[in-house]
């Protein structure tokens, strides 16, 4: 494997990805964007994801270049945003590679995938530009929730590789794994590469990609971007289920932190409260997991669809869907568990009332027969 290639051309997609509201009104997202647009020098370009048909598709906003320091060289960022309706924002810097050699790559690739510097730059950056621009639609959100999900993805996005020619140069010519784990220090074991090299998809001869849970490499001659839409469309849905779970972690702290104050209640009981709450929440994610199987179902191209299934089983997507399926379950089994024992004391204390009135009833009788 030769480390002086020349990458003649190439970029990279360093991805932020940010859970900032419930929901997002995308119709009026994108006229607040456009009345707004002179003043913040933000231009919206049409969506172009045509591998994927989505009810409703997300906006994408070009926010102009920003400089990035990675691996000590300053480079020019082209950053985009995108936004999607179930309150999802992802900004990506993209970085022009044309002329740069392997072994350069291989230090940028270690820089951004590794918690270094750059890493914390990046995310910085990133999330001042998704501040900047929810402050331009706030009344679009519903529901903000502040930032405090993320996640990072890299892809990079090779056309032209120096003596590459096919996928089967790409492989040979060139130490992708070290790439995709961001590895310069270490010689990767046989196995581990091996391993790596299972999550790769090819279409024809000429083109392929691999994902790995942190990176992925593209190569595609003919620069199209459907496959950069795919991974990205499944880092979104990787995000969210992400949120839902934190989400049911805080609910179920919640439910467990009032039964000790729920106990010492009887008509204001928190219990039916919660028992609502987790009720709604489960229908919420309901629909969410019909969108994301919807999604599966409605990507066209099969070999599109295999590659966002296999972006998602790499992802773990699926484990993370057990794991909210799982809360869920136990959410709503001690919702209903409490909502009994709140039923069965507030019937404890009606017979205690019926028993009262009854002896009332009769202790006055008894006081009426000895008056007469």
Do not use: C
Not at 74 to 92: C, H, L, M, P
Request: hydrophobic share 45%; no cysteine.
């Amino acid at each position: 494997m030769s480390a002086s290639l020349v990458i003649e051309k190439g970029k990279i997609l360093i991805y932020r990805v940010f859970d900032v509201a419930e929901e997002i009104d995308l119709p009026l997202a994108e006229r607040l964007l456009s009345e707004k647009s002179n003043r913040f020098r933000v231009h919206i370009t049409p969506n172009k994801i045509q591998a994927i048909i989505i009810r409703n598709p997300p906006i994408r906003v070009t926010l102009g270049p920003t400089q990035l320091t990675v691996a000590g060289v300053k480079y020019e960022a082209e950053v985009v945003a995108t936004i999607w309706d179930y309150g999802v924002v992802s900004i990506s810097f993209q970085i022009i590679i044309d002329g740069m050699i392997w072994s350069d790559l291989l230090k940028v690739g270690a820089d951004v995938s590794n918690n270094t510097k750059a890493f914390d730059e990046i995310y910085n950056v990133g999330l001042q530009k998704s501040k900047e621009l929810t402050d331009l639609i706030q009344t679009a959100l519903k529901a903000p929730s502040g930032f405090q999900i993320f996640e990072d993805y890299t892809i990079y996005f090779l056309q032209q590789v120096q003596g590459v020619k096919n996928n089967l140069d790409l492989t040979e010519k060139l130490d992708l794994p070290a790439l995709i784990q961001g590895e310069i220090q270490e010689e990767l074991s046989p196995k581990n590469r091996e391993g790596m090299l299972q999550h790769l998809y090819q279409y024809s001869k000429n083109d392929s990609v691999i994902i790995d849970w942190n990176s992925a490499v593209i190569y595609e001659p003919k620069g199209d971007r459907e496959i950069i839409d795919v991974i990205e469309f499944a880092l979104t849905h990787l995000l969210e289920f992400r949120y839902y779970d934190d989400l049911l972690d805080r609910r179920l702290a919640e439910l467990y932190a009032s039964i000790e104050v729920g106990r010492q209640r009887i008509w204001r009981s928190q219990f039916a409260t919660i028992t609502t709450e987790a009720n709604a929440k489960f229908i919420e994610f309901s629909e969410f997991v019909e969108r994301v199987d919807n999604s599966l179902k409605v990507v066209g191209d099969f070999y599109l669809a295999t590659v966002f299934r296999g972006a998602l089983r790499r992802f773990r997507v699926l484990d993370w869907q057990e794991s909210i399926t799982r809360k869920m379950n136990i959410l709503a089994r001690v919702s209903e568990l409490l909502q009994g024992e709140l039923n069965a004391r507030r019937s404890q204390l009606l017979e205690i009332i019926i028993i009262l009135l009854i002896a009332f009833e009769i202790v006055s009788a008894m006081i009426k027969t000895t008056g007469t």
